[in-house]
């Protein structure tokens, strides 16, 4: 078998991923006959069909997908290689894909990016909020190069790296108004209805987890959400209650429409950290975000600890 040609590789994922031979040709400036040889080619070489073609379009074979997977990797690590040579020349160009939880985005990542920005002019944050992350599988995939949120529980070392950035207490909410917020303990809030993050027991269904941790069952969730809107609209506009951060309860953009309940059970305490994939060689703009997340954690904890 011959090697296979980046420019194979180039026509097959774009034409997976436009749907169409017409718009990957379109996005590699390039003919459609063209874009039409570089995957026959590539065919050719695999013995096998790549696509399957249609009026509509074009998909993915079974052998196509396999392929593709590996070549969408290929080309990212190709891609990144180029960027880590220009950064150890000290020329940062490009993009750094963040995705985070609410509290990240709100008290975290703006200060990051100030300071980042000034030293780095030329890249660009792209940010993605989650209110439950599947940071590893998207860390997995490539898809982004850092993940903000609570550590989980058991995460792979040999995989990822962890950066602690900060403790983060999490607390029951309610609208303000709400009869809820006269309960005194997590009982007398087990029958109320509740706002959940995940739907299954994980990592990231931490209000379930809170009720086992403290001999409860855990309520049925009446309504499971990945949305910091959602969740706000739905707790201020009805009787139900969630789990959210503390900080984030008492941020000036929530604290006009949510109350922490003071129940007399112990707040339920996670760690805020960044984490990458374990890599021998890290971007070092990646490096340098992570760094800049760090100093702006700290600046968060001194603020939290002079309110407090």
């Excluded at 789990?243 to 922490?260: D, I």
Aim: glycine share 6%; hydrophobic share 50%; charged share 20%.
């Amino acid at each position: 078998m011959r090697e296979m040609k980046i420019s194979w590789l180039s026509a097959l994922t774009a034409a997976v991923e436009e749907g169409s031979i017409r718009a990957a040709a379109h996005r590699l400036n390039i003919s459609q006959p063209a874009a039409t040889r570089l995957i026959r080619d590539l065919e050719e070489e695999i013995g096998a069909p790549l696509l399957v073609r249609s009026v509509g379009g074009v998909a993915a074979t079974a052998q196509g997908n396999v392929l593709y997977e590996h070549a969408r990797r290929a080309m990212r690590e190709l891609n990144d290689a180029r960027t880590e040579i220009d950064e150890l020349a000290g020329h940062m160009v490009g993009e750094i894909s963040v995705t985070a939880v609410p509290l990240a985005v709100m008290l975290l990542v703006p200060e990051a990016m100030r300071t980042f920005g000034r030293d780095c002019p030329d890249m660009q944050l792209r940010l993605r909020e989650e209110l439950y992350i599947e940071r590893l599988r998207l860390l997995r995939a490539g898809k982004v190069d850092v993940a903000v949120g609570p550590i989980p529980c058991g995460i792979p070392a040999s995989e990822f790296e962890v950066e602690r950035l900060m403790p983060v207490e999490m607390a029951v909410v309610v609208g303000r108004g709400s009869p809820l917020a006269r309960a005194d303990s997590l009982q007398k809030l087990s029958t109320a209805p509740w706002v959940y993050t995940s739907a299954q027991l994980g990592e990231e269904d931490y209000a379930r987890a809170w009720f086992e941790v403290n001999g409860l069952a855990a309520p049925t969730p009446a309504a499971i959400v990945n949305s910091t809107l959602a969740m706000l609209a739905l707790i201020t506009q009805g009787d139900y209650a969630a789990l959210m951060p503390l900080s984030l309860a008492l941020h000036p953009l929530s604290a006009p429409h949510v109350v922490a309940v003071p129940v007399r059970e112990p707040n339920l305490s996670l760690e805020l950290g960044a984490i990458t994939l374990r890599r021998e060689s890290v971007k070092v703009s990646v490096r340098q975000f992570v760094v800049h997340l760090q100093r702006a954690a700290h600046i968060a904890t001194k603020e939290s600890i002079r309110i407090a």
